[in-house]
Structures are given as C-alpha cells and as structure tokens.
C-alpha cells in the first residue's frame, strides 16, 4: 500500500505579512497551508516589521493546526538576509524560496535548518526552474514542495493572457513529473480575477485532475471551491471503498487472486492502491 507522504495541501492561501488585519482572520478560514509572505505582497519600508510580525505569529501557536510556510526575499538583497532571522527565532513548518534556479539555490538554505521540522518548498517561476526541474527536486530532503509561480513564469515566458494556461502546460507537467518521482507536492499557482469565481474553480479542476496537490490563493474566498475541487467526492470515496471491500473479499477466498471485476470494470492491485490512498486521504481530512 502506499502511504499518504504530506499533510494535505490543497488551499495554500498567500498572506502579506505586513496585513495584521488579514491575519485576525486566519484562525476561521478552512484553509490547509499558509504562505506568509515576505516578499511581493510586501513594501520595502514594511519589511522589517512584517518579519518580526511573522516570528510573533508563528511562535503564538493559533495557527498550528494549519501548515504554516514563509515566503522569504531572494538573500541576493538585504531583505533575503536579513530573512535568516525568521529561521533563528521561529520553526514554520517550512519556507518558500523565491526565483529558485538550480539546486544550489535550495542547498544554500539547508545549513540555516537548525530544526528538524522546517522543511523547504521552492518557487517553481523561472524558464532555468523548468528545465532544471527534477535536479532540484531530487537535491534535498528537506525539499518536500514545489510551488508554481504561474505570474512570474507567464512574464518569463512572454505569454498573453488568452493563450496564458496553454502557454504553461508544458512547465506544469514538467515540474508535476519531477514531483511525482521524487514524492514530493506540487501546488499550481494563483488566480488573479477574485470575482471571477466560474474560472477559478475551471483552473482548480485543471489541476486537480492533472494531479497536482493543490493551489495557491490570494483571497479567502477562493478556499471553499478549492478544498472541494480538490477533495474526493462522495462518489469517489463510494467507489473506492467498494473496490477495497470486493478485493479483500476475493483474496479471503483466493488469496492469489489477481484481478476481480467491480461493476463490470475490471480492477487489479494497482486500482486497489489507488483506492486505499483515495480512503486515507479522507481520513486525513476527516470526511
């Protein structure tokens, strides 16, 4: 059987660390991650209190039942290094390295992970990030995410807004195959029309069923479609649950049993993996 390797993560919601306001609510959003953000959703004047901010929430525990990442600035600018101070006086359950190029770009923080909890997700949102995908997925074990900066890659690569996801397809399914083979999550990237909430959830079973793990928001109205998108429905669980039971019930009778048909599909071991997964899930998310 294979085992559930994360926690899940399909809302990963974007917070400016500078917006206190915005934090007061987080404790009632149904949210799986948080990205608080330290770079692009930060002015250069609120940067340093948007740190100590950050440290001050973090180490207040309110949000611990939720995954907690820190989006750093690049250290290639006095922001990015004065970052490292996040790291020294608070444990996220991860940061996110922004403009991540090759795998040094990810090696170079693992000596600053003086605990063993903070892991390591990168920005996927450069042309060198898509063809250096699997290198750097495979170049950490601290590395357990990749995140795709969908708005940086779209300006990289030249794309318009009507061919914009098509012009990315290639770069999603190159990262999610690294991903895949390195078992770590790949979370898609935002979407940037709030009102627009049709699109939105068209994007979310995009991805959903590409098999990504989840996507990035940038507004709590965005996570109630995204957790349901990317949630087994009833139906699926239903299915599951009934493939797990008819082929436990064959193998009592016939423990070599190979394959059994389920409602005139026929299913084999690899059908019943995928559904034992599909049930822990559920168990994780306590559906």
Known sequence: ????????????????????????KIPTLDVDALIYDLEDAVAPAAKDQARL?????????????????????????????????????CEPDAILIPKVNAPEDVLKYVPYLQNKKTMIWAMMET??????????????????????????????????????????????????????????????????NIKDAKGFEEECKYGSGLGLDGKTLIHPSQVDICNKVYSPSDDEINDAEKIVLTYEEARKENPKVGVIIVDGKQIEELHVIRARKLLAFKNLLGK
Do not use: W
């Open 127 to 192: 042309p060198h990030a898509i063809i250096n995908a699997n290198d750097i997925a495979s170049c950490s074990k601290k590395l357990n995410c990749f995140v795709m900066g969908t708005n940086d890659l779209s300006k990289e690569l030249d794309l318009n807004d009507v061919m914009r996801r098509t012009g990315l397809e290639t770069s999603i399914l190159t990262c999610l195959i690294a991903a895949k083979a390195n078992k770590i999550s790949l979370i898609d990237g935002v979407y940037n």
């Open 53 to 89: 901010t950050i440290i001050s929430l973090v180490n207040s525990n309110q949000n611990s039942k939720k995954e907690q990442v820190v989006r750093l600035n690049s250290d290639d600018n006095e922001f990015g290094k004065k970052d490292y101070e996040v790291l020294e006086k």
């Open 1 to 24: 059987m294979e085992e559930i390797l994360h926690r899940p993560r399909r809302s990963v919601l974007y917070v400016p660390g500078s917006n206190e306001k915005a934090h007061s």
